[in-house]
């Protein structure tokens, strides 16, 4: 037996408890993973709580992430023993996930540990920090570099915009942090924001076209305010959009593509290809150090997940919540 996050939904209604789980339980996969850490992200606070319909099937053990050790294999990749990682690919959504201490599952999904990252390390970056890489290879993919001018990040207090702050600030980038907590400006600053603004700037209705105020953007928030970041995207400005923390809407128009050049670039880290994951993680374990991670993230057990989910929900939470399962 062994413990895990268990979400049910049926007459009694939908329901997350801690629970007691046998391994004849787990799907199906072709290998075992004795689970260290898991994190919380947003979606799995959507899960958890019932808050948004990213459980596909019942009953479910959430968590997008997880770190561990290879319990049992029969992948060829894969053997016992070793320290391996996993993102994504519906897990914690369509298959059990990472918040117990086991999960079975298919090993074309996991990544070895990357190197010079311990496994705690890779779940204070999470789903997060692989996001805002891969959001960051995003802009440089269309030609973005230090000098093109201001990169925006907006939902800057999310674990998302916490990683794309730090890691296009030691990427020599000068970094505008927009954020609905101004309390933690101070914070911002010393993860490498050069400049704070208010939320409420880019959060309502505005024009089809701005002042051109930055190069590129990183976006976690979606709604007015990535219809707000288009139009205020400098000439040729290329935004990153990975997520919908204010609404999944996009009410913009097309004058910052037709009259300006701007490039909307969407980014995927759930079904993203090995290739461009495994990259990512090369990049990311070379700019996430231990006093960065420390500084964004705190650890909580198993028995303070649901209570924490209702917390992140509610906007609650700051940076990253790593989860030590055992
Ligand atoms: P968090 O909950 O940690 O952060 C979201 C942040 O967005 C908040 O901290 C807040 O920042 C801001 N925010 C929240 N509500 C609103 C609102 N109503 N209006 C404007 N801003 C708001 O989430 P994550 O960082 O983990 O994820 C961010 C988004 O990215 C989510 O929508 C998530 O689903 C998505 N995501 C997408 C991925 C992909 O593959 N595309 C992968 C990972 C995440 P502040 O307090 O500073 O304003």
């Known amino acids: ?39 919380l992200n947003y979606k799995d606070g959507l899960a958890i709580t019932g808050k948004g319909p990213v459980v596909r099937s019942f009953p479910m053990v959430p968590g997008v992430d997880l770190a561990g050790r290879v319990e049992e294999s029969s992948h060829p990749a894969f053997k016992v023993g070793d320290e391996v990682l996993l993102n994504g690919w519906g897990v914690g959504e369509k298959q059990w996930g990472g918040l117990a201490q086991k999960a079975r599952l298919n090993g074309d999904w996991l990544i070895p540990l990357p190197a010079g990252l311990t496994p705690w390390q890779t779940m204070a970056v999470g789903t997060a920090g692989y996001t805002a890489m891969l959001a960051i290879m995003a802009l440089e993919k269309n030609g973005v570099t230090p000098d093109s001018g201001k990169v925006l990040v907006t939902g800057a207090n999310g674990g998302v915009g916490h990683f794309a702050i730090a890691f296009l600030s030691r990427l020599g980038y000068r970094v505008v942090a927009s954020t609905g907590r101004p309390e933690e400006t101070a914070h911002l600053q010393q993860l490498g924001a050069a400049e704070v603004i208010n939320r409420t700037v880019l959060s309502a209705p505005g024009r089809p076209l701005g002042k051109e105020q930055w190069a590129a953007a990183i976006d976690s928030v979606g709604s007015h305010t990535l219809a707000n970041v288009c139009a205020g995207l400098q000439y040729q400005g290329t935004v990153a959009a990975c997520g919908l923390a204010q609404g999944m809407d996009l009410p913009a128009s097309v004058a910052p593509f037709i009259l300006r050049g701007v490039t909307l670039a969407g980014v995927d880290s759930v079904m993203r290809p090995r290739a461009d994951r495994v990259a990512a993680w090369q990049r990311l374990a070379s700019l996430a150090d231990e006093a960065l991670l420390q500084s964004i993230s705190r650890e909580i057990p198993l028995g303070q997940v649901i209570e924490t989910a209702n917390d992140l929900m509610a906007g609650k939470v700051r940076g990253r919540v790593v989860v030590d399962v055992n």
Do not use: H
Not at 14 to 33: E, F, I, M, N
């Open 1 to 39: 037996m062994f413990n895990g996050i268990l979400i049910e939904k049926d007459e009694q209604g939908y329901r997350a408890r801690l629970a007691s789980l046998a391994k004849t339980q787990l799907p199906a996969g072709d290998v075992l993973v004795s689970v260290s850490y898991s994190t």
